[in-house]
């Protein structure tokens, strides 16, 4: 069976990595988390100190060299060698995340990389500009989604599970804000390719949206 690009974009909290890393140990593919490089990036400059500067984190984001290591329960990131799995998950990067991806010469450095990744196929790739402009010929695309209180309630969870305190009110007003600001940045912004399959996780578990997926490679890679 051929090895395929498989582009996965959607929202935040519509299950993208965790469908993606599942699906990927079964197929025996790479899976690439593009959300971590970017929070790595937001990571990298929140560790200067330094007031928000555009030319400033782009050239911050051209020398990064960024790493996974797959393991079973996590997929470990690293930038230039320091392990930053749980550093880019912070509510301090996730607040200035968006704002670092809006920069056209940080997406330009990252999807540089992205391209390098996947190049040779048998890759799932996932983030917001998969489908339209990183992979724009993926052999399948598919734009996952699943509704807002939703989405806030399974991070929530998630959350409540790790002992950290969270109000699911505000959650939910993050996560929209979040995708607000990704769906109407200038460069790139988050939507669904022409050809990409719209998958609806609202009312669909975690095995049930892997098995649909790896159907669709099955069907793909003939
Ligand atoms: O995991 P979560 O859904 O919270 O977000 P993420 O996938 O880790 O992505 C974090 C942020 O990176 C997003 O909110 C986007 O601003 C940005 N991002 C992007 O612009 N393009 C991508 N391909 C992936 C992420
Ligand atoms: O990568 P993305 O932000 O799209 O979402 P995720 O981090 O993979 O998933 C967010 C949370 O929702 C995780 O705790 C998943 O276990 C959970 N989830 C779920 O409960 N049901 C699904 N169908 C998909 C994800």
């Given amino acids: 069976m051929k090895k395929i690009v498989v582009a996965i974009d959607g929202p935040a909290g519509?299950?993208?990595?965790?469908?993606?890393k599942l699906a990927a140990e079964k197929l025996g593919y790479a899976y690439i988390d593009t959300g971590a490089m970017y929070r790595s990036v937001a990571w990298k400059f929140l560790q200067t100190g330094k007031p928000f500067d555009e030319d400033f984190i782009s050239g911050l984001s051209k020398t990064m060299l960024i790493d996974f290591k797959p393991e079973a329960k996590i997929n470990r990131v690293f930038v230039d060698g320091t392990e930053v799995t749980d550093a880019i998950r912070t509510p301090e990067v996730t607040a200035?995340?968006?704002?670092?991806?809006a920069i056209g010469a940080v997406r330009e450095a990252m999807v540089d990389q992205q391209r390098r990744m996947g190049e040779a196929g048998g890759v799932l790739m996932d983030g917001r500009d998969i489908g339209t402009v990183v992979f724009p010929n993926a052999q399948l695309k598919i734009f996952l989604t699943a509704s807002v209180e939703e989405r806030a309630r399974r991070r929530y969870a998630e959350m409540v599970a790790k002992g950290q305190q969270v109000d699911l009110q505000q959650l939910q007003a993050d996560i929209a804000e979040r995708d607000k600001q990704d769906s109407e940045r200038a460069i790139s912004p988050l939507r669904q390719a022409e050809d990409a399959l719209l998958?609806?996780?609202?009312?669909?578990?975690?095995?049930?949206?892997?098995?649909?997926?790896?159907?669709?490679?099955q069907e793909r890679a003939q």
Avoid at 207 to 215: A, K, N, P
């Fill in 199 to 217: 998958l609806d996780t609202s009312d669909m578990g975690i095995s049930e949206v892997t098995e649909r997926i790896l159907q669709l490679v």
């Fill in 96 to 101: 200035i995340v968006s704002r670092v991806a």
């Fill in 14 to 20: 519509a299950g993208k990595s965790t469908i993606a």
